[in-house]
């Protein structure tokens, strides 16, 4: 049983506070979430973190990050400056808790069906599929991106992936407020490489249109696409 329970969002949610500052834009259904991803709602949430990643995995095969999540460190551990976005089993619209059995619904789904891998296999369609757990850094919110995916199937336990993660952060926090326009992604890749990290990088897309097959995907199996926004209890 974990003592502290991790609060979550959708980012669904966030874009609509975003449309709301800007006085666009509604709550509503994936039609309605279509025009709640516009390059100037994605940029409003850019005033809040510079970089944007996505923390993909298998709720059964990959425990060690699920681990991670459930155990509250991931939103101490980004800092405020970097929005990590990762799928959740159940919807939410308003912040919900996870509970021991979150992640559990999608356990059984096999990995073609996973909301993490497809958009993982969507991200990387014109090459193979980088294999899961793993994190992606996004060069910009808004308009189109290209990503690297840095792998995490190499670390077998929650303290594992909480020491890496921490530092592979700080670095994506630091560079991500440093580099120079059009440059983040190089230099990460640069720092990534000197610490003998393996990366892949894709292919450059609209990340709306990735972010809409992405909750296309979850909402297939009546999940969303969450952030950690804070801790209670």
Same mark, same amino acid.
């Given at each position: 049983?974990?003592?502290?329970?991790?609060?979550?969002?959708?980012?669904?949610?966030?874009?609509?506070?975003?449309?709301?500052?800007?006085?666009?834009?509604?709550?509503? %259904? +994936?039609?309605?979430?279509?025009?709640?991803?516009?390059?100037? %709602?994605?940029?409003?949430?850019?005033?809040?973190?510079?970089?944007?990643?996505?923390?993909?995995?298998?709720?059964?095969?990959?425990?060690?990050?699920?681990? #991670? +999540?459930?155990?509250?460190?991931?939103?101490?551990?980004?800092?405020?400056?970097?929005?990590?976005?990762?799928?959740?089993?159940?919807?939410?619209? /308003?912040?919900?808790?996870?509970?021991?059995?979150?992640?559990?619904?999608?356990?059984?789904?096999?990995?073609?069906? %996973?909301?993490?891998?497809?958009? +993982?296999?969507?991200?990387?369609?014109?090459?193979?599929?980088?294999?899961?757990?793993?994190?992606?850094?996004?060069? %910009?919110?808004?308009?189109?991106?290209?990503?690297?995916?840095?792998?995490?199937?190499?670390?077998?336990?929650?303290?594992?992936?909480?020491?890496?993660?921490?530092? /592979?952060?700080?670095?994506?926090? &630091?560079?991500?407020?440093?580099?120079?326009?059009?440059?983040?992604?190089?230099?990460?890749?640069?720092?990534?490489?000197?610490?003998?990290?393996? #990366?892949?990088?894709?292919?450059?897309?609209?990340?709306?249109?990735?972010?809409?097959?992405?909750?296309?995907?979850?909402?297939? &199996?009546?999940?969303? +696409?969450?952030?950690?926004?804070?801790?209670?209890?």
């Amino acid at each position: 049983m974990y003592v502290r329970h991790v609060l979550v969002m959708s980012f669904q949610a966030m874009l609509e506070e975003a449309a709301a500052r800007g006085k666009k834009g509604h709550a509503g %259904n +994936i039609q309605r979430l279509e025009s709640l991803l516009t390059a100037e %709602n994605m940029s409003q949430l850019s005033d809040y973190a510079r970089v944007l990643c996505f923390l993909a995995f298998h709720p059964r095969g990959d425990a060690p990050v699920v681990d #991670y +999540i459930k155990a509250g460190a991931l939103a101490d551990d980004s800092g405020p400056d970097v929005l990590v976005l990762f799928t959740l089993d159940d919807p939410a619209p /308003v912040p919900v808790s996870l509970e021991d059995e979150s992640f559990g619904r999608w356990a059984d789904l096999g990995l073609s069906a %996973n909301p993490s891998h497809r958009m +993982i296999r969507a991200l990387f369609d014109d090459r193979p599929t980088p294999v899961l757990p793993g994190l992606v850094v996004f060069e %910009n919110f808004a308009g189109d991106s290209d990503a690297l995916y840095l792998p995490l199937g190499h670390l077998d336990t929650e303290h594992e992936v909480r020491t890496h993660l921490r530092e /592979v952060f700080s670095g994506v926090a &630091h560079l991500g407020s440093g580099s120079k326009p059009g440059k983040f992604l190089d230099d990460l890749g640069m720092h990534w490489s000197r610490q003998e990290l393996t #990366y892949e990088r894709s292919g450059r897309r609209p990340v709306r249109e990735w972010l809409l097959g992405g909750f296309r995907a979850a909402r297939d &199996h009546y999940g969303d +696409i969450v952030a950690t926004i804070g801790l209670f209890g």
